[in-house]
Every structure is written in structure tokens, then in C-alpha cells.
């Protein structure tokens, strides 16, 4: 057969094989293949935890797929923890009639991804519903890995005086999703930023010593991430708007279509909030780096209005940037 059908969520037979011929050809490995009800891991000392669900309209974009994308949303998520990647577990819903062709594209872009991310996938779950119950493929990926700096990032250690990096151009991977969607098209091509980020943020936790704040801007973008973090630190933040990277043909894009870059969501960057001090050090090592090349030191942390982030416009005014508003753009991860 050349389409999902029913009986491959049934649970007999048909289940095994269909698990047996695509999942463990593309996904396999010695913890997956004993196939127990539950994966035994090894770690030692703390460890980070995340889940996160996908349902990325269309699963195909230019620059990734909802296979690799699934990987690197959890992967990261884990990572801005300050911690080592080491294992996922995967859940797919799969709509009645989805081609097989589409879903093993899926699942070998997905093995790749956590091969290059150092990663094994170690348990996981399928289930089929019938035809309209979804839109041809849902996935679910929870990531685990071990903590290796003390103190961990967290959203609550920004300090006065910090600085604020980010390691890249923002809303690279929002505006591809929407031009496939829409079969937009622009001037340059507009590619999503989906990678996996631990190799990059191992290189800064060591060039930085105490990194005070790690976090990937994805839905909501840069924005609303900012926003959360001024809120979980109780401290200000300030940008300078000529400073934040933002890639021409984006910046073009979201002007015709009347979308804000700072709100539009990425899949392969991370915000870095780490002392003053060792602010150049930081934007050394990310530019040194193929995943940060268009790194920026955007803005520092201040006492002035807390729990509120501050953008110096090009003319000198300042405007307040708030928390993204509705949903600019959904289905976007």
C-alpha cells in the first residue's frame, strides 16, 4: 500500500510491521529495538526536560520539514537549559491516507536531524485517525539531556548591566513558512533558520563562564520572548533597533505583507543574556561559528521600567515593545 491506513494504528499486526519497516529503519537503534514499554537511561546528576508538540502547515518548507523540525524544536528547548542533548521520545497522529512516501521523508529527515544532533531516539508511539480527524501528520517529541553548568541559564538570572546578544537573523523561519503556505514568492528566497544549537551553545557557556540567560524566540519571536524574560527577571530591557539582524529579503517580505520580523517566530537561534564584561567574547564565538555568523550585541539589561523591553528607533525615540498580540501567524511549528 501506498497511503497510512487504519489498521497500521490497530495495534496487531499490520502496527508491527508498519513500526517495524519505517519507524526502526529510519529511527533505529539498540535502546528502540528491545521495544519495552518504557526506554532505561543513563544519566548522571541533573538533567533538563521538555516536550513540545508540531503541526507545521505545510510539513515540507524550504530549509526543513516537520521531521527535522520536530528534532530541533525539543533539542534546543533542552539545550537553553545549559544541557547536553541525549535522548528524544517521538509521538506521531497520522490522518488516514497520508501518502507513505510524505511519512518516510518525514521520518528519515527526522533520523538525520538527531544523528547530526548527537541524539537518539529512544521510545515512541504511533496512532492513525481517520480521515479529516487531522491534517496528515502531528508530531510530539519530549527531550532529555544532562545539565553540565552550574548555575543553569534561566529566564529569572538576567542582571543589570547584562548584555543581549542574539545569534542570528530574526524571522527567517515564520516568513517561510508563510510564503510555502501561500505560494508567495520574493526578490531573495526566504529559507528556514531550523538547526539544532547545542554545538553553539556549548561554545558559549564556555567563552562566557556564567551565561545568565539562554533562550530560543520562537513562537512569539524576539518580541515576546524578551518580554517574558523582563518579566521573570523583574528588570529592564533595552534594544537598539539598528543592531537586532534582520536578513534584507525578510525585512522586505513582512513590509509588503505588513508583518513585524521582531514577532515572527525562528527555529535555529538563540537569544544570549550574559555579563558585560564577557559580551564581545560571546559575539566572537558565535560569529566563529556557521549557526551564528550574523550574531548582534542588540541591547543590556537595565533598572528602568522593569518587566518591560525598551527599542531605541533609528531617529533616537524610544517605543516600548510589547507581548505579540492574537496570533500573527499560526501553524508556523
Not at 515540507?60 to 527535522?68: K, M, V
Not at 531573495?188 to 556549548?202: N, R, T
Not at 557557556?205 to 523582563?230: K, S, W
Request: charged share 20%.
Amino acid at each position: 500500500m501506498d497511503k497510512v491506513l487504519l489498521d497500521y494504528g490497530s495495534g496487531g499486526r499490520a502496527s508491527h510491521r508498519f513500526v517495524q519497516d519505517l519507524f526502526f529503519k529510519h529511527l533505529g537503534n539498540d535502546i528502540l529495538a528491545r521495544m519495552d514499554d518504557a526506554a532505561v537511561l543513563h544519566l548522571n546528576g541533573p538533567v533538563a526536560m521538555s516536550t513540545d508538540s508540531f503541526v507545521v502547515d505545510p510539513i515540507f518548507f524550504p530549509g526543513g520539514d516537520i521531521g527535522s523540525l520536530a528534532v530541533h524544536g525539543t533539542v534546543n528547548d533542552v539545550a537553553m537549559m545549559g544541557a547536553r542533548p541525549l535522548y528524544l521520545t517521538c509521538g506521531f497522529i497520522l490522518e488516514e491516507g497520508l501518502p507513505l512516501a510524505d511519512l518516510e521523508r518525514v521520518v528519515a529527515s527526522m533520523g538525520q536531524a538527531a544523528r547530526d544532533a548527537g541524539v537518539r531516539i529512544v521510545a515512541g508511539d504511533t496512532k492513525v485517525v481517520q480521515r479529516g480527524a487531522a491534517d496528515k501528520i502531528f508530531i510530539n517529541t519530549t527531550g532529555v539531556g544532562e545539565i553540565v553548568v552550574d548555575p543553569a541559564p534561566g529566564g529569572n538570572r538576567a542582571r543589570i548591566g547584562d548584555a543581549v546578544l542574539v545569534s542570528g537573523s530574526m524571522g527567517d523561519h515564520g516568513l517561510a513558512i508563510l510564503s510555502t503556505r501561500e505560494g508567495l514568492s520574493f526578490a531573495a528566497p526566504v529559507v528556514s533558520d531550523s538547526a539544532a544549537l547545542w554545538g553553539l551553545v556549548e561554545k558559549v557557556l564556555a567563552a562566557a563562564g556564567d551565561v545568565h540567560v539562554l533562550r530560543d524566540p520562537t513562537r512569539g519571536g524576539l518580541g515576546t520572548t524578551l518580554n517574558e524574560i523582563a518579566g521573570q527577571s523583574a528588570v529592564g530591557i533595552e534594544l537598539v533597533q539598528a543592531d537586532i539582524p534582520i536578513d534584507p529579503a525578510v525585512a522586505g517580505g513582512c513590509a509588503v505583507l505588513g508583518l513585524d520580523p521582531l514577532y515572527l517566530a525562528n527555529e535555529g537561534k538563540c537569544i544570549c543574556i550574559v555579563p558585560g564584561d564577557k559580551a564581545l567574547a560571546t559575539l566572537e564565538v558565535l560569529r566563529a561559528d556557521p549557526l551564528g555568523r550574523d550574531a548582534a550585541v542588540i541591547g543590556r539589561v537595565v533598572a528602568e521600567h522593569p518587566g518591560k523591553v525598551a527599542m531605541v528607533t533609528p531617529l533616537g525615540g524610544r517605543r516600548l515593545l510589547g507581548m505579540l498580540e492574537g496570533e500573527q501567524l499560526p501553524r508556523i511549528c
